[in-house]
Protein backbone atom coordinates (compact mmCIF):
# COMPACT_ATOMS: atom_id res chain seq x y z
CA UNK A 1 0.00 0.00 0.00
CA UNK A 2 0.93 3.68 -0.79
CA UNK A 3 -0.20 6.65 1.03
CA UNK A 4 0.04 9.66 -1.86
CA UNK A 5 0.99 13.44 -0.40
CA UNK A 6 -0.11 16.26 -2.42
CA UNK A 7 1.83 19.54 -2.08
CA UNK A 8 2.70 23.00 -4.48
CA UNK A 9 -0.93 24.31 -4.37
CA UNK A 10 -1.61 28.08 -3.56
CA UNK A 11 -3.12 31.10 -5.38
CA UNK A 12 -1.94 32.33 -8.46
CA UNK A 13 -3.25 35.03 -11.10
CA UNK A 14 -4.97 33.43 -14.65
CA UNK A 15 -2.07 33.09 -16.99
CA UNK A 16 0.42 32.02 -14.35
CA UNK A 17 2.15 29.06 -13.44
CA UNK A 18 1.81 26.05 -10.42
CA UNK A 19 3.60 22.68 -10.23
CA UNK A 20 1.83 20.29 -8.23
CA UNK A 21 4.29 17.50 -5.92
CA UNK A 22 3.24 14.18 -5.10
CA UNK A 23 4.96 12.09 -3.17
CA UNK A 24 4.15 7.94 -1.23
CA UNK A 25 6.74 6.61 1.15
CA UNK A 26 7.48 2.42 0.09
CA UNK A 27 9.66 0.78 -1.49
CA UNK A 28 7.53 -0.57 -4.67
CA UNK A 29 5.92 3.50 -5.05
CA UNK A 30 7.93 4.08 -7.99
CA UNK A 31 5.88 0.91 -9.73
CA UNK A 32 2.68 2.82 -9.20
CA UNK A 33 0.71 4.07 -12.37
CA UNK A 34 -0.37 7.81 -10.93
CA UNK A 35 -3.51 10.42 -11.57
CA UNK A 36 -4.09 13.78 -11.51
CA UNK A 37 -8.00 14.84 -10.48
CA UNK A 38 -9.72 18.17 -9.46
CA UNK A 39 -12.78 18.66 -7.84
CA UNK A 40 -14.51 22.35 -7.99
CA UNK A 41 -17.49 23.26 -5.42
CA UNK A 42 -20.82 21.75 -6.58
CA UNK A 43 -18.76 19.56 -8.90
CA UNK A 44 -18.01 15.64 -9.41
CA UNK A 45 -14.44 14.67 -9.23
CA UNK A 46 -12.81 14.86 -12.82
CA UNK A 47 -9.74 13.30 -14.62
CA UNK A 48 -6.62 15.81 -15.16
CA UNK A 49 -4.07 13.88 -16.40
CA UNK A 50 -2.67 9.80 -15.80
CA UNK A 51 0.49 8.36 -16.19
CA UNK A 52 2.11 4.60 -16.50
CA UNK A 53 4.64 3.97 -13.73
CA UNK A 54 7.14 3.92 -16.91
CA UNK A 55 6.29 6.97 -18.46
CA UNK A 56 5.17 4.95 -21.49
CA UNK A 57 1.96 6.15 -21.36
CA UNK A 58 0.57 9.64 -20.57
CA UNK A 59 -3.22 11.12 -20.76
CA UNK A 60 -4.76 14.20 -20.72
CA UNK A 61 -7.89 15.73 -20.12
CA UNK A 62 -9.30 18.05 -23.16
CA UNK A 63 -9.49 20.85 -20.73
CA UNK A 64 -5.62 20.72 -19.68
CA UNK A 65 -4.52 19.36 -22.70
CA UNK A 66 -1.36 21.45 -23.82
CA UNK A 67 -1.15 23.27 -20.55
CA UNK A 68 -0.38 20.57 -18.10
CA UNK A 69 2.25 17.93 -17.88
CA UNK A 70 2.62 14.90 -15.88
CA UNK A 71 6.15 13.54 -14.72
CA UNK A 72 8.13 11.78 -12.94
CA UNK A 73 11.16 12.52 -10.90
CA UNK A 74 12.69 8.98 -10.76
CA UNK A 75 15.74 10.08 -8.35
CA UNK A 76 13.13 11.59 -6.10
CA UNK A 77 10.71 9.29 -7.04
CA UNK A 78 7.90 12.28 -6.98
CA UNK A 79 5.42 12.96 -9.49
CA UNK A 80 4.58 16.29 -10.65
CA UNK A 81 1.97 18.02 -12.18
CA UNK A 82 2.99 21.06 -14.30
CA UNK A 83 0.52 23.22 -14.89
CA UNK A 84 0.69 26.28 -16.89
CA UNK A 85 -1.42 29.47 -18.63
CA UNK A 86 -3.83 28.81 -15.87
CA UNK A 87 -7.60 29.83 -15.89
CA UNK A 88 -10.19 30.98 -13.48
CA UNK A 89 -12.01 27.50 -14.21
CA UNK A 90 -8.77 25.46 -12.89
CA UNK A 91 -9.24 26.40 -9.80
CA UNK A 92 -10.22 23.38 -7.59
CA UNK A 93 -8.76 20.99 -5.07
CA UNK A 94 -6.29 19.03 -6.97
CA UNK A 95 -5.90 15.05 -5.79
CA UNK A 96 -3.47 12.96 -6.85
CA UNK A 97 -4.18 9.28 -7.00
CA UNK A 98 -2.17 5.95 -7.12
CA UNK A 99 -2.77 2.10 -8.72
CA UNK A 100 -0.96 -0.93 -9.58
CA UNK A 101 -1.96 -1.20 -12.98
CA UNK A 102 -0.48 -0.32 -15.54
CA UNK A 103 -2.60 2.58 -16.64
CA UNK A 104 -5.59 2.98 -15.00
CA UNK A 105 -6.61 5.89 -16.95
CA UNK A 106 -9.09 8.62 -16.42
CA UNK A 107 -12.07 6.90 -14.37
CA UNK A 108 -11.85 7.66 -11.20
CA UNK A 109 -12.83 4.33 -9.33
CA UNK A 110 -9.83 2.62 -11.18
CA UNK A 111 -7.54 3.73 -8.50
CA UNK A 112 -7.15 2.80 -4.75
CA UNK A 113 -5.24 4.82 -3.32
CA UNK A 114 -6.06 8.57 -2.84
CA UNK A 115 -4.38 11.54 -1.25
CA UNK A 116 -6.05 14.42 0.81
CA UNK A 117 -5.69 17.04 -2.00
CA UNK A 118 -4.78 20.63 -1.98
CA UNK A 119 -5.94 23.46 -3.27
CA UNK A 120 -5.55 25.57 -6.34
CA UNK A 121 -7.16 28.84 -6.50
CA UNK A 122 -6.50 30.91 -10.19
CA UNK A 123 -7.79 34.52 -9.79
CA UNK A 124 -9.08 36.52 -13.05
Known amino acids: QVQPVESGGGLVQAGGSLTLSCAAS????????TGWFRQAPGKERGFVAA????????GYSDSVKGRFTISRDEVNNTVFLQMNNLKPEDTAVYYC?????????????????WGQGTQVTVSS
Open 97 to 113: AADEAYYPGPRVGEYDY
Open 26 to 33: GPTWYKFA
Open 51 to 58: RSWDGGRT
